[in-house]
């Protein structure tokens, strides 16, 4: 297939890729809203459900995302998400969303993906509500509003 | 009771779809039957109780894939207050069908939306800066 190399995709990661993956980092002021990829990699292999992707525009790794995907039970919770410092504000996290749901439906035939955010001026409320995520009356660990998408 | 189907490109409610899309999007591209030589299929309306409230067309366009000439979605749209009620996925699904039934080799959308594809089983091939082009299962399988 002739990929754009503008093209957004999620890339399996691998013993190639992750260490790229691992560099990628947000915003000094952002860094308490989520951990480093290296931590969330190291986290995922004592879980049983975590399903990792790297997030590329064309061959270049941009972002991570790590989900608690359960299709028995039928709950998928995005337990990580970064677009690195250097590709933010160009609209890449909402297309990468889109294309995180666009997976989930094809690979488990999810149809609703919760998450959670820390709520403060600054955090990510805002930009899970543009996508469509609504706040339930939920906390997460008992201080982290969960939000939730249907699609 | 939605009536799904298909019309001649001198139905009368193609005049109100394309007053819809016109107010949706810019630079709707006007109606045709063909385009570079190649047959476009029927548009596809949606009828409740009589009345139009939606539909699709289609257009012919480059495939990223095979750079060759391959049939696309080239608007949807459902009135908005009958919207959530799954007539876009009939249009979609019907459009899949026409599209197979004619021989093509594949069906393809640029659209801002992708769940609504996928979760018709469509594949992502690419995005272009915000939007994703698409590609129907049913029609390549």
């Known amino acids: 297939m002739d990929i754009d190399n503008n093209s957004l995709n999620l890339h399996e990661l691998t013993k190639d890729n992750f260490y790229e993956v691992c560099l990628l980092a947000v915003k000094p002021e952002q860094q308490h809203y989520v951990d480093s990829n290296a931590i969330s990699i190291a986290e995922a292999s004592f879980s049983k459900h975590a399903w990792l992707r790297g997030i590329y525009l064309g061959e270049v790794a941009i972002g991570f995302v790590m989900v608690d995907a359960n299709p028995k039970e039928h709950q998928y919770y995005l337990w990580r998400f970064m677009i690195d410092a250097n590709y933010q504000g160009k609209g890449f996290g909402k297309l990468a969303i889109q294309l995180l749901l666009v997976e989930l439906k094809n690979k488990f035939n999810a149809s609703e993906l919760t998450t959670s955010v820390i709520s403060d001026e600054m955090g990510p409320l805002k930009f899970y509500q543009s996508l469509g995520f609504k706040l339930t009356d939920n906390y997460i660990e008992g201080r982290e509003p969960e939000l939730i998408l249907d699609f | ?141």
Request: hydrophobic share 45%.
């Open chain 2, 1 to 141: 009771m939605v009536l799904i189907q298909e019309v001649e490109s001198n139905s009368p409610h193609l005049i109100m779809l394309y007053q819809w899309f016109d107010r949706e999007w810019d630079d709707v591209e006007p109606l045709a039957s063909i385009k570079d030589g190649q047959v476009i299929p029927n548009p596809i309306i949606a009828l409740k109780d009589g009345k139009l409230v939606g539909g699709l067309v289609f257009t012919r366009f480059l495939s990223p894939t095979t750079k060759a000439q391959a049939v696309w979605i080239n608007a949807v749209f459902i009135k908005r207050e009958d919207r959530q009620q799954g007539i876009s996925s009939q249009l979609i699904n019907h459009a899949e069908k026409l599209v197979k039934e004619m021989g093509e080799s594949e069906l393809l959308v640029f659209t801002q939306i992708p769940t609504l594809y996928s979760k018709l089983n469509w594949q992502v091939i690419e995005t272009q800066d915000d939007h994703f082009v698409l590609k129907s299962s049913l029609v390549s399988s």
